[in-house]
C-alpha cells in the first residue's frame, strides 16, 4: 500500500513510519509540509501523494496547555480532522486516527470499552472527542484506535520526564489516584500494522496489558533504569495545581482486539524494560 502519515516525526508518527516502511510506501508530512487545519493543504496533500490510506498521528497534546488554547486545540483535534476525512471522501479513502482515554471521566470503575459514553473532563478530552464525531460523520472508511499513556523513542514523555527529575533530585513527588496502562508506542505501531493489514475498520482499544497509578509507573522506571537511590512519593491529584483535570481511573478493556487480531499486546512492564534497556532514553 502507499500510505501517507500525517505527523510523521511526532513520538507515535515515527514509530509508525519505522514500522510500515518495510513492507510499503510510505510518505510523511509533518507541521513543517503541511497546516492540516487548513482543508485546502489537507486536499491537495491528498491529491498529490494519491495514498491508499491515510494515517492521521498529529495532535496538540499538551493536556494543561489546552486549557488556556482552546480554539487551538480544537482547530489542530477537531478540525483538522474533519479536514483530513473531507479531503479523503471524494476517493473513499480509508482513515486512522487516534483518540485518547481522556475522552472519558474515569468514574466508570472497571476497563472502558469501545462503546462507552464519553464525558470529558478537560478541554483536551473535549477536543480529541469532537475529532471522532467530526471523523465518524464525515467517512464511514475509518479505523479509530483509542489508546493512552503513550512513550517512545521520539520526543517529550513521562519516562523521559521522570527520568530527568531523578537525576536532579533526591525525592521525586508522583500522584496515586490516577490509574491508566502505559504503552510503547513501538507496541502500538505494531498493533496498527495487524488492524490495518487485516482491513478493520470502526474503533479499538489499544494499550499494553495490565495497569498501574502514575506513581507505581515511576517506580518501575526508576528500577529498569537502576536508579535505586531515587525516592518516590505518592501525592493525591489535589496537591497538584494543574489547569486539567484527569480521570482517576481510565483503563481499556483491549478484548476486541484480541478477539480481531488473536493477539495480545506486551504487559507494560516488560515493554518498558525493553524500552529502557535499548536506546530509547
Known amino acids: 500500500m502507499k500510505i501517507l502519515i500525517l505527523g510523521h ?80 471522501k471524494p476517493q473513499n479513502i480509508p482513515i486512522v486516527h487516534f483518540s485518547t482515554d481522556y475522552i472519558f471521566d474515569g468514574s466508570k470503575g472497571s476497563p472502558y ?35 493512552q499513556w503513550l512513550y517512545g523513542a521520539h520526543g517529550k514523555n513521562f519516562v523521559r520526564t521522570i527520568l530527568e527529575k531523578g537525576r536532579s533530585l533526591d525525592v521525586v513527588e508522583v500522584v496515586d489516584d490516577q490509574i491508566g496502562s502505559p504503552t510503547y508506542t513501538a507496541d502500538l505501531a505494531q498493533a496498527v500494522q495487524r488492524l490495518i493489514e487485516s482491513g478493520q475498520r470502526g474503533v479499538f482499544h489499544v494499550t499494553n496489558r495490565g495497569s498501574c497509578s502514575w506513581f507505581e509507573f515511576a517506580k518501575k522506571i526508576f528500577e529498569f533504569a537502576g536508579m535505586n537511590g531515587v525516592q518516590v512519593r505518592p501525592i493525591k491529584s489535589s496537591q497538584l495545581t494543574r489547569p486539567a483535570k484527569r480521570p482517576a481511573y481510565s483503563v481499556f478493556s483491549c478484548r476486541k482486539f484480541f478477539e480481531t487480531t488473536g493477539k495480545t499486546m506486551r504487559f507494560w512492564q516488560v515493554a518498558l524494560s525493553d524500552y529502557l534497556s535499548g536506546t530509547g532514553y
Open 113 to 147: 470499552v469501545e462503546d462507552d459514553s464519553p464525558r470529558p473532563l478537560n478541554v483536551y478530552g473535549e477536543s480529541k472527542r469532537k475529532g471522532e464525531e467530526l471523523l465518524l460523520a464525515s467517512s464511514d472508511n475509518v479505523l479509530l484506535i483509542r489508546s
Open 9 to 88: 516525526k511526532g513520538m507515535l508518527g515515527a514509530d509508525l513510519r519505522t514500522r510500515l516502511s518495510a513492507g510499503h510506501e510510505v510518505v510523511g508530512k509533518d507541521i513543517d509540509e503541511i497546516d492540516i487545519t487548513n482543508s485546502a493543504a489537507c486536499l491537495d496533500a491528498v491529491e498529490e501523494v494519491k495514498p491508499d490510506i491515510v494515517i492521521n498521528a498529529a495532535a496538540f497534546t499538551d493536556v494543561d496547555g489546552c486549557e488556556s488554547n482552546r480554539d487551538w486545540c480544537f482547530a489542530v483535534n477537531a478540525l483538522a480532522v474533519e479536514n483530513i476525512a473531507l479531503a479523503c
